[in-house]
Nanobody, 124 residues
Framework: QVQLVESGGGLVQPGGSLKLSCADS????????MAWFRQVPGKEREFVAA????????YYSNAVKGRFTISRGDVRNTVHLQMNNLKPEDTAVYFC?????????????????WGQGTQVTVSS
């Protein structure tokens, strides 16, 4: 079964960088569509970036495009999120997600497997 674990969150100044990582510690077989979402208290989970298993097509939200980069790790079903030029509005809990054949990459309801989240705080 898929079990996702995120790491790499922390406190960073505006304009700084962080790299998040997500790995499957379960027993997943095959390649999964994977994504990053973020959430602040009282708000819905927000799409950040996704990468398809087939063809590795990449998608970004308008809020992070040009600043964040999603990439696959060396191990199957691992994914990274390089975050550059961070802004205070990027502050959130970041979650990685995975599932097979996700229909709409930007919708959280299509992902069955989630990590526990890692806090990213951007503040001076």
């Amino acid at each position: 079964q898929v079990q996702l674990v995120e790491s790499g969150g922390g406190l960073v100044q505006p304009g700084g960088s962080l790299k998040l990582s997500c790995a499957d510690s379960g027993r997943a077989s095959g390649r999964y569509d994977m994504a990053w979402f973020r959430q602040v208290p009282g708000k819905e989970r927000e799409f950040v970036a996704a990468i398809r298993a087939v063809g590795s097509r990449i998608y970004y939200s308008n809020a992070v495009k040009g600043r964040f980069t999603i990439s696959r790790g060396d191990v199957r079903n691992t994914v990274h999120l390089q975050m550059n030029n961070l802004k205070p509005e990027d502050t959130a809990v970041y979650f990685c997600a995975a599932d097979e054949r996700v229909y709409e990459y930007y919708s959280s309801k299509y992902y069955d497997f989630w990590g526990q989240g890692t806090q990213v705080t951007v503040s001076s």
